[in-house]
């Protein structure tokens, strides 16, 4: 696919190079020059333009883009502006960072109803981690329903899977099993790899987690086994 990231701070620079990375077309666009210098090498494409001018931003391949992203947060006149001007130039699919309700508001009364405060969202699930032990990531499908990756409950370490009943597993669904790849980790990062095939002799390890779907409680429950 094809990205314009507009605005190259830590939010903005980080999505651009996680989406590079993934192998996608990017273009990464600030007014700071030094940042546009900076990010050249992580980032496919890196311009540097006056965000609030109708004229420059008419030079970026809006029709060829897929998604825009004004990652703009604290400069709240520069957001809105560069959001309101990529409306009037046709694009459809933009999505605004905001930082504040009144943000959001105006970016929702331009036309920008995709917005994302990734400060909020962040230590929304940051706080879900903290009150329950055992969970390394959460994602709410609803306010009851989650799909969290968690530790395998201490009961589990060192059985089989055939020695579980999965029918009676606390009314949460195992959706995935993964497992540190030692050859791959270092002390600093960890790479983890799925497990495809739930081999009933697979002996469950400390090393492993379970992806399981169900609501909040339920998982709770599940991880006090």
């Not at 192998?23 to 311009?47: A, L, Y």
């Not at 809105?80 to 504040?100: D, H, P």
């Not at 230590?123 to 994602?139: D, M, P, Q, R, T």
Request: aromatic residues 8%; charged residues 25%.
């Amino acid at each position: 696919m094809n990205f314009i990231i507009i605005g190259l701070g830590n939010f903005g620079a980080s999505l651009a190079k996680k989406l590079t990375a993934l192998g996608h077309d990017v273009i990464g666009v600030d007014k700071d020059m030094e940042k546009v210098e900076f990010f050249k090498d992580t980032i496919k494409t890196t311009v540097g333009m006056d965000i609030t001018d109708i004229h420059a931003l008419k030079t970026l391949p809006l029709r060829e883009c897929d998604v825009v992203v004004v990652c703009i947060g604290h400069d709240f006149g520069s957001s809105v502006m560069t959001a309101a001007l990529l409306r009037k130039l046709g694009v459809q699919r933009i999505y605004g960072r905001e930082s504040a309700l009144i943000h959001k508001t105006v970016l929702n009364a331009i036309g920008v109803s995709n917005t994302i405060n990734p400060e909020y969202d962040t230590a929304s699930v940051f706080a879900e981690k903290l009150v329950l032990n055992g969970v390394w990531s959460i994602y709410s499908i609803s306010d009851e329903v989650k799909i969290a990756e968690v530790s395998i409950p201490e009961e589990y370490l060192g059985k089989n899977l055939s020695q579980i009943d999965f029918d009676e597993l606390h009314n949460v669904n195992i959706l995935a099993l993964k497992q540190l790849d030692k050859n791959r980790s270092t002390p600093s990062l960890e790479k983890w790899i799925a497990i495809r095939n739930f081999e009933k002799d697979l002996v469950l390890e400390k090393d492993m987690r379970f992806v399981i779907k169900g609501r909040k409680k339920d998982i709770i429950d599940f991880l006090k086994l």
